[in-house]
């Protein structure tokens, strides 16, 4: 049985292209037609936009934080945050969190590292 994935957007470029990655590798994996269940929160962008612009990196984490409450209460079993840049507020999102984070750079660095980069 698949997880539950939840997306905590920013963008609408980087959670689109996140939605599709896991429809397209989920049915790869998953056989014809099948991905996990998704869930999507983003509020909108001049949210994030008007405190990166303050560098409130805190403010970043609480929006994260937010969309986190509102997935997990969803039925989200983990969350995913497909943005570089406000990924650098996720220790302040972390610790409060309902749910456990899959840090993209995590992720990257030990595919790299098992292929031997």
């Not at 539950?4 to 920013?10: P, R, S």
């Not at 039925?75 to 406000?86: H, S, V």
């Not at 220790?91 to 031997?116: D, M, N």
């Amino acid at each position: 049985m698949t997880q539950h994935i939840g997306i905590v957007a920013c963008s609408a470029e980087g959670a689109s292209l996140c939605y599709r990655t896991i429809c397209v590798e989920g049915e790869q994996l998953l056989g014809s037609h099948a991905h996990p269940e998704v869930s999507m929160h983003t509020p909108s962008l001049a949210e994030y936009v008007r405190r990166l612009d303050l560098g409130d990196w805190q403010g970043v984490g609480e929006l994260m934080l937010a969309s986190a409450n509102k997935l997990v209460k969803i039925g989200a079993d983990f969350l995913i945050c497909p943005d570089n840049t406000i990924h650098q507020a996720l220790h302040y999102a972390e610790p409060r969190s309902p749910l456990p984070w899959l840090h993209i750079a995590e992720v990257v660095a030990e595919e790299a590292v098992g292929r031997g980069f």
